[in-house]
T-cell receptor, first 115, second 116 residues
């Protein structure tokens, strides 16, 4: 079975400051990794994904994440946040094998950017 | 190209009532999913479908049924609603093809359900 832990339920930050949202996962098989963003009253939108290759993945809106297999982590970073980045961020995994086609989500991290 | 749409956007039910949530996608995706979102718990998979006429249980299937009679539609039914089913429901779809958007799930805007 797989599980995803997002270590911070809320992260307050000032505009133009850097931010890191932490994600750790547990899985007995290899997984694909994802970050989704949910703006207020909207559905989820893919921010970035790691499928293979370079462990540093760049996504939309200036976000990036680094896959660390030894630490089973996939932390999301942005060097300078904007007010418009205020949203809830979800880390998710999908196992490579076992016939699963579903995502397992973390509980989410609410990012609040203050002026 | 509307993507993934959900009907209705909001609904209030009394305990014991039934209802059906409709999800439609116009991207010709093979996979479709129903999730529920509850505070502090992220999204949990209710049921999913890997193609027309096939469905499978997810993480929290009890109290729900689904049907996928047409490739573009995925229906979620509540036969006898309970207050514990108060939640926001999201539908998503994904293509089997590896390109151009391998492994990307596309989400609808959600349905907010309140069961009194």
């Amino acid at each position: 079975a797989q599980s995803v832990t997002q270590l911070d339920s809320q992260v307050p930050v000032f505009e133009e400051a850097p931010v890191e949202l932490r994600c750790n996962y547990s899985s007995s098989v290899s997984v694909y990794l994802f970050w989704y963003v949910q703006y207020p009253n909207q559905g989820l939108q893919l921010l970035l994904k790691y499928l293979s290759g370079s462990t540093l993945v760049k996504g939309i809106n200036g976000f990036e994440a680094e896959f660390n297999k030894s630490q089973t982590s996939f932390h999301l970073r942005k060097p300078s946040v904007h007010i418009s980045d205020t949203a809830e961020y979800f880390c998710a995994v999908r196992p490579f094998s076992g016939g699963y086609n579903k995502l397992i989500f973390g509980a989410g991290t609410r990012l609040a950017v203050h002026p | 190209n509307a993507g993934v749409t959900q009907t209705p956007k909001f609904r209030v039910l009394k305990t014991g009532q039934s209802m059906t949530l409709l999800c439609a996608q116009d991207m010709n995706h093979e996979y479709m999913y129903w999730y529920r979102q509850d505070p502090g718990m992220g999204l949990r998979l209710i049921h999913y479908s890997v193609g027309e006429g096939t469905t499978a249980k997810g993480e929290v299937p009890d109290g729900y049924n689904v049907s996928r009679l047409k490739k573009q539609n995925f229906l979620l039914g509540l036969e006898s609603a309970a207050p514990s089913q108060t939640s926001v429901y999201f539908c998503a779809s994904r293509s089997l093809r590896r390109e151009p958007n391998q492994e990307t799930q596309y989400f609808g805007p959600g349905t907010r359900l309140l069961v009194l």
